[in-house]
């Protein structure tokens, strides 16, 4: 998978990406940096790709 890739997201992730990204922009931040952070705040919350549903598995 190429970077920059984002088929293997959920559809709620990549909702939640453009929510966070909205709200960059609205703050001023360039489209292009508010679309990292946006991805980069759901990777660190879901530790990306698609990995919901109840066979998920925590390793903590």
């Known amino acids: ?3 920059g890739d ?3 997201y959920t ?4 909702r939640q990406a453009e ?3 909205q709200g960059y922009i609205e703050e001023g931040v360039s489209k292009k940096e508010a679309e990292e952070r ?3 705040t759901v990777n660190k919350q879901d530790h990306g790709g698609k990995k919901s549903g ?3 598995k ?3």
């Not at 559809?11 to 990549?14: A, F, G, I, S, Y």
């Open 1 to 3: 998978m190429p970077r």
């Open 6 to 8: 984002k088929s293997s």
């Open 11 to 14: 559809d709620k992730q990549k």
């Open 54 to 56: 109840s066979g998920r």
């Open 19 to 21: 929510h966070i990204e």
């Open 58 to 60: 925590s390793h903590h």
């Open 38 to 40: 946006a991805w980069r």
